[in-house]
T-cell receptor, first 110, second 116 residues
Framework: SQQGEEDPQALSIQEGENATMNCSYK?????LQWYRQNSGRGLVHLIL?????REKHSGRLRVTLDTSKKSSSLLITASRAADTASYFC??????????FGAGTRLFVKA | NAGVTQTPKFQVLKTGQSMTLQCAQD?????MYWYRQDPGMGLRLIYY???????DKGEVPNGYNVSRLNKREFSLRLESAAPSQTSVYFC???????????????FGDGTRLSIL
């Protein structure tokens, strides 16, 4: 069973637009992370938000967390072609075992 | 500046063959992990090693074995490969899992394994 589930599964936008991806999870968490995966590569950690935080920023990334709804969103502002990748949310409700969602595939058209 | 290195990058096996996937990290991390990634499934944890000398099962351990050879190296072995094990395998490491604050995982670029 998967803890995190992303929505939408795929997203196609024009360069310069904002991209929003959502993640829902099922059980209580300590924190939630977002990772990016470029085609043919491993995952790269983007940002972590703790369960007592509601919003966090890193460059063009903005992450929100709503623990009452068990959901998080990742916003990429002013997207670029280089942002084309898959984005995964991950939770660590079980200590050592980080649980990854199935991902959102983002395609940014130049 | 290598980070996590996985070998081989590609491999084709026949059903019943055995194989060991190698992983090494140069970041002095204590914890290491093996995942498999299947289309539409995200990553699933096969085995992990919280620290040198310990290994534990993840979500999908059946058909696999692991060895934490030393602090740097963590190998994954398929004793008798099956077509259901066709997947992309990722190794990852982190400073120390399970010690309160979450430690981001650093991933290798994967081994693409096909079993015929």
């Amino acid at each position: 069973s998967q803890q995190g589930e992303e929505d939408p599964q795929a997203l196609s936008i024009q360069e310069g637009e904002n991209a929003t991806m959502n993640c829902s999870y099922k059980t209580s968490i300590n924190n939630l992370q977002w990772y990016r995966q470029n085609s043919g590569r491993g995952l790269v950690h983007l940002i972590l938000i703790r369960s007592n935080e509601r919003e966090k920023h890193s460059g063009r990334l903005r992450v929100t967390l709503d623990t009452s709804k068990k959901s998080s969103s990742l916003l990429i502002t002013a997207s670029r072609a280089a942002d084309t990748a898959s984005y995964f949310c991950a939770t660590d409700a079980r200590g050592f075992k980080t649980i990854f969602g199935a991902g959102t595939r983002l395609f940014v058209k130049a | 500046n290598a980070g996590v290195t996985q070998t081989p990058k590609f491999q084709v096996l026949k059903t019943g063959q055995s194989m060991t996937l190698q992983c090494a990290q140069d970041m002095n991390h204590n914890s290491m992990y093996w995942y498999r990634q299947d289309p539409g499934m995200g990553l699933r944890l096969i085995y992990y090693s919280a620290s040198e000398g310990t290994t534990d099962k993840g979500e999908v351990p059946n058909g696999y074995n692991v060895s934490r050879l030393n602090k740097r190296e963590f190998s994954l072995r398929l004793e008798s490969a099956a077509p259901s094990q066709t997947s992309v395998y990722f190794c990852a490491s982190s400073e120390q899992a399970g010690q309160g604050a979450y430690q981001p995982q650093h991933f290798g670029d994967g081994t693409r394994l096909s079993i015929l």
